[in-house]
Nanobody
Framework: QVQLVESGGGLVQAGDSLRLSCVAS????????MGWFRQGPGKEKEFVAT???????IVADSVKGRFTISRDGAKDTVYLQMTSLKPEDTAVYYC????????????WGQGTQVTVSS
């Protein structure tokens, strides 16, 4: 089992920056990737970014150029640096992890609220 704990959410103004962190614990040695999803009010959960073993990253087009994902393997931690935040970025942000061989993200954090005021 893997446990994921997010931190760093909060209330900010449009244009501000915020960094989310997610620490993994437990059976972390066979994690293939760690990433972030978000779910805004009245919206479906959507992919934001992922960081794979080996260093490659993928960022959703909706946040590309504003959000950056990074991963510290030694600390089993993934970060989401968010800049130029917009009210439409308001959402609960979830950390997720996928093991080698799993067909989909199979571990999820509890989520952290990010609210961007205009």
């Amino acid at each position: 089992q893997v446990q994921l704990v997010e931190s760093g959410g909060g209330l900010v103004q449009a244009g501000d920056s915020l960094r989310l962190s997610c620490v993994a614990s437990g059976r972390t040695f066979d994690l293939y990737a760690m990433g972030w999803f978000r779910q805004g009010p009245g919206k479906e959960k959507e992919f934001v970014a992922t960081a794979r073993n080996g260093g490659s990253t993928i960022v959703a087009d909706s946040v590309k150029g504003r959000f950056t994902i990074s991963r510290d393997g030694a600390k089993d931690t993934v970060y989401l640096q968010m800049t130029s935040l917009k009210p439409e970025d308001t959402a609960v942000y979830y950390c997720a992890a996928i093991q080698y061989g799993a067909g989909a993200y199979n571990y999820w954090g509890q989520g952290t609220q990010v609210t961007v005021s205009s």
